[in-house]
């Protein structure tokens, strides 16, 4: 279990939770308060479901990249600078050797089950994507072998079509999906991820 734990990567693009710092969409419908709020107990949500379980090695890719003292579980690994596409692929290049799952912290609801349904995938086929409802992803998983493409060059980040123009990135490349999750986003895509529990 041990040795699993090493060549498996588990990681989490988290911005540190500050007042009037990202998720701007979700502030400007609910204000800085209550997006902040979000930020807290998502990351916790996401710290505690997946930060104890011995498959895999939890990693937080933090923006920005220092200070990391607000990083309560998983290693710290800055996302360095660039777009978001930058940021992926440095993250992917930098970790060690194996398979490796990314997920934003704007998706709480993501379960033990969901990474290690991903990881599974990615034994067979050499990238697993979780489609969201808004036309992107909230997870990215690639096996990292050896003339296996890296999905992160041309893509339109934070659009309708972000996951299209990743599987196009994919070309011929085999890749699973899991189930559609919806990422928050809005005031609407709060209100059902939190329902019936309530930010305190």
């Known amino acids: 279990m041990a040795a699993d734990r090493t060549r498996r990567h588990l990681v989490i693009f988290a911005r540190q939770p500050r007042l009037g710092v990202g998720k701007r969409r979700l502030a400007a419908e609910v204000g800085d308060l209550a997006a902040l709020r979000f930020g807290r107990y998502a990351l916790e949500r996401l710290w505690r479901e997946l930060g104890a379980d011995p498959r895999w090695t939890l990693w937080v890719a933090t923006s920005p990249d220092r200070p990391t003292r607000w ?17 992926l692929r440095r993250v992917t290049d930098v970790l060690p050797a194996g398979p490796v799952v990314i997920i934003g912290a704007d998706t709480p609801g993501v379960t033990r089950t969901d990474v290690a349904r991903a990881f599974a995938a990615l034994g067979p086929k050499a990238a697993v994507l979780g489609p969201a409802a808004d036309g992107g992803y909230w997870l990215i998983g ?8 890296r999905p992160f060059d041309g ?35 709060l209100q059902r991820a939190l329902t019936p529990r309530r930010l305190r």
């Open 71 to 87: 990083v309560r579980r998983g290693r710290p690994l800055p996302q360095g600078p660039g777009g978001l596409g930058a940021k």
């Open 142 to 149: 690639l096996r990292r072998r050896p003339r296996e493409p």
């Open 155 to 189: 893509i339109r980040w934070s659009s309708d079509q972000t996951l299209q123009d990743t599987i196009d990135a994919l070309g011929d490349t085999p890749y699973a999906r899991l189930q559609m999750r919806e990422d928050v986003d809005d005031g609407a895509a």
